[in-house]
Nanobody, 117 residues
Framework: QVQLVESGGGLVQPGGSLTLSCTAS????????MGWYRQAPGKQREMVAR???????NYGDSVLGRFTISRDNAKNTVYLHMNNLKPEDTAVYSC???????????WGRGTQVTVSS
């Protein structure tokens, strides 16, 4: 089993910045991919950014150029650096760790990010 714990959410004004962290513990197996997904009320969950343990990343179109994902493999931690935040970024952000198979796919509980003046 794997446990994922997110932190760093909160309330921020439009144009502001915020950094989320997610630390994994338990049966961590590499290679793997860690990433962030978000879900706003009434909307489907969408991929925000993900990064493999080998350093390959990809981003959702809506955050490209504003968000940056990074990770510390030694600490089993992934970060999401969010800049120029917009009200439409308001959502619950959840961390995911998987190995591209359904039997190794874990989620954190999520952290709320609210962008509002």
């Amino acid at each position: 089993q794997v446990q994922l714990v997110e932190s760093g959410g909160g309330l921020v004004q439009p144009g502001g910045s915020l950094t989320l962290s997610c630390t994994a513990s338990g049966n961590i197996v590499s290679p793997n991919v860690m990433g962030w997904y978000r879900q706003a009320p009434g909307k489907q969950r969408e991929m925000v950014a993900r990064l493999t343990s080998e350093g390959v990343d990809n981003y959702g179109d809506s955050v490209l150029g504003r968000f940056t994902i990074s990770r510390d493999n030694a600490k089993n931690t992934v970060y999401l650096h969010m800049n120029n935040l917009k009200p439409e970024d308001t959502a619950v952000y959840s961390c995911n760790l998987n190995r591209w198979v359904t039997t190794y796919n874990y989620w954190g509980r999520g952290t709320q990010v609210t962008v509002s003046s």
